[in-house]
């Protein structure tokens, strides 16, 4: 059984810093890529960063600059650190993981259940 676990969210005011982590439950796993996404009311879920194995980034052009996403394997763990947060980044972050298990030869993606990020005064 794979679970993915974040925490980090919270009410900051505009221009602060939130850290987000997200960590994978489970043994005899192999995570591919990790990602971060974000969903405000009335809107899509959009990509915010993703991380690959081998460490290549990608980030939305609305946060490039001010998001850090990073992993550590060895706790089956991603980061988001964001800075000079503003008003529009206001949502619920979901984290994404495509994991591959040893167990049954599979691979597919997970997502953790959503932690609330507020910016306001």
């Known amino acids: 059984q794979v679970q993915l676990v974040e925490s980090g969210g919270g009410l900051v005011q505009p221009g602060g810093s939130l850290r987000l982590s997200c960590a994978a439950s489970?043994?005899?796993?192999?995570?591919?890529?990790m990602a971060w996404y974000r969903q405000s009311p009335g809107k899509e879920r959009e990509l915010v960063a993703s991380i690959a194995k081998i460490g290549s980034e990608y980030y939305a052009d609305s946060v490039k600059g001010r998001f850090t996403i990073s992993r550590d394997d060895a706790v089956k763990t991603v980061y988001l650190q964001m800075n000079a947060l503003k008003p529009e980044d206001t949502a619920v972050y979901y984290c994404?993981?495509?994991?591959?298990?040893?167990?049954?030869?599979?691979?597919?993606?997970?997502w953790g259940q959503g932690t609330q990020v507020t910016v306001s005064s």
């Open positions: 994404n993981a495509d994991i591959f298990r040893l167990v049954d030869i599979t691979s597919r993606v997970y």
């Open positions: 489970g043994s005899s796993l192999r995570i591919i890529t």
